[in-house]
């Protein structure tokens, strides 16, 4: 009995499939995920690239009234990767680039926030109310900025997910920021300054 013992002991035949068997799961795990946000990564590029080639076609005349065949030939270049992938887009014109953003007040205490009753600030869009976004929903006319955004949502690659504490669904963004063509005169406002009474 004693030499059937000292005879186990030393035999190492099969260790490796042991190891292996405790290793692997760990690292399909971790090839999964890398794989996941390598194609994560891809799907972005394909997002921005269709993005920015959308956003030159649409600062055209008359693209103002093609904005959903855009966003869907946007979405057949995601989709011809990224399968049963979902979208919304938004549109937001500015007069100048400069506008993109709060309209500019006074800020008489150094709060950081627009007080309608103390403060005064420049109307950019003409509506005689401060707006944290000036934009005009949609594609805006001759001359006008144009920030155009999409969010995609589309289903992980692997669906493992789960194990490593992630959502089944990918949401990934891209923006871009172009001007339209002088096809036209620019419809001509001057900001004035707008102060409590």
Same mark, same amino acid.
């Given at each position: #009995?004693?030499?059937? =013992?000292?005879? =186990?002991?030393?035999?190492?035949?099969?260790?490796?499939?042991?190891?292996?068997?405790?290793?692997?799961?760990?690292?399909?795990?971790?090839? #999964?995920? =890398?794989?996941?946000?390598?194609?994560?990564?891809?799907?972005?590029?394909?997002?921005?690239?269709? #993005?920015?080639?959308?956003?030159?076609?649409?600062?055209?005349?008359?693209?103002?009234?093609?904005?959903?065949?855009?966003?869907? *030939?946007?979405?057949?270049?995601?989709?011809?990767?990224?399968? !049963?992938?979902?979208?919304?887009?938004?549109?937001?014109?500015?007069?100048?680039?400069? /506008?993109?953003?709060?309209?500019?007040?006074?800020? !008489?205490?150094? /709060?950081?926030?627009?007080?309608?009753?103390?403060?005064?600030?420049?109307?950019? &869009?003409? &509506? /005689?109310?401060?707006? *944290?976004?000036?934009? *005009?929903?949609?594609?805006?006319?001759? &001359?006008?900025?144009?920030?155009?955004?999409? !969010?995609?949502?589309?289903?992980?690659?692997?669906?493992?997910?789960?194990?490593?504490?992630?959502?089944?669904?990918?949401?990934?963004?891209?923006?871009?920021?172009?001007?339209?063509?002088?096809?036209? &005169?620019?419809?001509?406002?001057?900001?004035?300054?707008?102060?409590?009474?």
């Amino acid at each position: #009995m004693r030499a059937l =013992l000292h005879r =186990l002991r030393g035999d190492d035949r099969g260790v490796t499939l042991v190891e292996f068997a405790i290793i692997a799961p760990t690292m399909i795990l971790l090839i #999964m995920g =890398l794989c996941d946000l390598t194609y994560q990564s891809y799907v972005q590029s394909i997002l921005t690239g269709a #993005m920015q080639k959308a956003g030159r076609d649409s600062t055209i005349q008359g693209a103002s009234n093609r904005t959903g065949t855009l966003d869907s *030939a946007v979405m057949a270049t995601v989709r011809s990767v990224a399968q !049963n992938a979902t979208y919304t887009s938004t549109r937001k014109s500015y007069a100048q680039f400069s /506008n993109i953003g709060p309209e500019p007040f006074q800020d !008489n205490n150094n /709060n950081g926030v627009y007080d309608a009753a103390t403060e005064c600030f420049t109307d950019l &869009n003409g &509506n /005689n109310s401060w707006d *944290a976004d000036p934009g *005009a929903s949609g594609q805006g006319g001759a &001359n006008d900025v144009v920030l155009y955004s999409m !969010n995609v949502t589309y289903p992980r690659l692997f669906p493992m997910a789960g194990l490593m504490g992630w959502p089944s669904t990918v949401t990934i963004g891209a923006t871009t920021v172009l001007k339209n063509q002088p096809y036209a &005169n620019q419809a001509a406002y001057t900001p004035k300054q707008v102060c409590p009474p």
